[in-house]
């Protein structure tokens, strides 16, 4: 099973200052003080933790790049807030987030930097790495049905925070599109165009290219503003390869918020900038000690409605991690994205995901979920190692994971007693390890959800949730 690079976190930081220092390598700290002396009391750049981002005469690329991903992720789990001392917990989330912004700025600074050498490889060896950034800005794209799209500058989700598809592939902005009918194109667009940053990915491109069009045919469109928007889809041509074709998907720009349950208002559907979006994993970032209970209810459940909405159009998602649920803190709107590792368990109309199915029958890859995100490879349940068709209990398991995350930890018998008991024991049961014993509908969950809340908190209310000032 191929493993994408590790799953980005918010934030940007510095090569500047650690420009004239010596690079003998990665770092390779062995415990959380060290993780922390470097990060936060020294300071250290992503150019000191990581090394040199741009290739070298002396280095060996591939090797490079290994190096730097085995670095980042022994110090994300030395420095994780799941694993720290309840004690040290608020001080190993700062370092945890100063690490991944400046991982961010590494990966950012390795997918522009020019290659040496007739062609260079992506992460992990996968395929070509992908061009400089700033290049394809100015290209034009011509979509399957005759629209041509001019390539803008790069786009990040969640306000320039956070890219939530940044494993595999990196978001531009549309800067212009012109009408297959020829008429005057226009400035003003509300599309991003995802191409992965490396050749060997596209087939992940176009996996979520046919999600997206599954759930639009079959989905309930009461629901449809839970998930992105395809717009188009694209072939282009890049490099000098002969031959060598890219394919690239044209998402609707997140500005939309996803209405609420159990019936869609229009106050809901009101635009907002996309930069009112954040991350669940910048949630939880900015309240290391975890989310209010009550706060984290209405997430959990319209993640629930976002999995039940895709299951019952025959979807599975099979990434269902932090930071591909996109939450509009204000609105209460929430949108699940990234569909490259999602899975058609069967391909008939009508088909829905449930109960686990069996292995066997044709050797479809469709049916199986392609990829693992690597920096949360033991989130996932165990059938998806197995290589098992997933049913809606494996992106159960995966959404359970991420609500037990924002109450404190990953693992629901690790959080505290400020998590009702009850809620507690309702998670457990949604990552019991046999699929069979863990909740196959998501929509059913949502009622027993409903009905334990109720009981622990009365009358469902509105609730203000707001993401903390950034600090200067």
């Not at 700025?105 to 997918?111: F, W």
Request: include cysteine; hydrophobic fraction near 40%; proline fraction near 10%.
């Amino acid at each position: 099973m191929r493993q994408p690079g590790s799953t980005i976190f918010p934030g940007a930081g510095t090569v500047a200052q650690d420009a004239a220092r010596p690079m003998p390598g990665p770092r390779r700290p062995t415990s959380l003080d060290e993780v922390i002396d470097l990060l936060l009391r020294q300071g250290l750049g992503e150019r000191a933790l990581f090394g040199p981002a741009e290739p070298g005469e002396d280095r060996d690329p591939d090797a490079a790049r290994r190096a730097a991903r085995r670095a980042y992720r022994e110090m994300a789990r030395l420095a994780h807030p799941d694993v720290a001392p309840a004690g040290r917990r608020p001080e190993a989330a700062r370092a945890f987030a100063r690490l991944t912004e400046l991982w961010e700025a590494h990966q950012r600074a390795a997918a522009s930097a020019p290659a040496r050498g007739a062609a260079g490889r992506g992460p992990a060896g996968r395929g070509p790495a992908d061009r400089d950034v700033a290049a394809r800005e100015g290209m034009v794209l011509v979509g399957r049905g005759g629209a041509a799209y001019t390539v803008g500058a790069r786009h990040d989700r969640a306000g320039g925070r956070a890219s939530a598809c940044c494993e595999i592939a990196t978001l531009y902005r549309v800067a212009r599109v012109v009408p297959a009918d020829g008429m005057a194109g226009t400035d003003e667009s509300r599309c991003v165009v995802k191409i992965a940053r490396s050749a060997g990915d596209d087939d992940l491109v176009a996996r979520e290219a046919a999600a997206l069009r599954r759930l639009a045919r079959l989905g309930d469109p009461r629901y449809a503003a839970y998930v992105p928007r395809l717009v188009d889809t694209v072939r282009f041509r890049e490099g000098q390869a002969p031959g060598a074709t890219r394919r690239a998907n044209v998402l609707g720009l997140l500005g939309g918020l996803s209405p609420r349950v159990p019936s869609p208002s229009s106050r809901n559907r009101e635009l907002g900038r996309p930069d009112d979006f954040v991350t669940l994993a910048q949630a939880r970032a900015a309240y290391p000690a975890g989310l209010d209970p009550r706060d984290v209810a209405w997430m959990w459940r319209r993640l629930l409605v976002a999995i039940g909405y895709a299951h019952r159009a025959g979807v599975a998602h099979g990434a269902v991690l932090p930071e591909h649920v996109l939450i509009h803190p204000a609105q209460h709107g929430l949108v699940l994205v990234d569909w490259c590792y999602s899975a058609v368990p069967d391909p008939a109309d009508g088909a829905v995901v449930g109960v686990q199915p069996r292995a066997g029958g044709a050797d479809d890859p469709s049916r199986r979920i392609p990829a693992l995100v690597e920096a949360y490879a033991d989130w996932y349940p165990p059938e998806v190692a197995r290589r098992e068709p997933p049913g809606a209990a494996t992106d159960i398991a995966l959404a359970s994971r991420c609500v037990s995350y924002l109450l404190g930890s990953a693992d629901p018998a690790r959080l505290g007693g400020a998590v009702p008991a009850p809620i507690r024991r309702f998670l457990t049961g949604c990552l019991l390890p046999s699929p069979s014993m863990r909740p196959d509908d998501a929509w059913r969950l949502l009622a027993e959800l409903d009905e334990l809340l109720g009981r622990i908190y009365g009358p469902r209310r509105f609730r203000p949730f707001t993401m903390p000032s950034p600090s200067p």
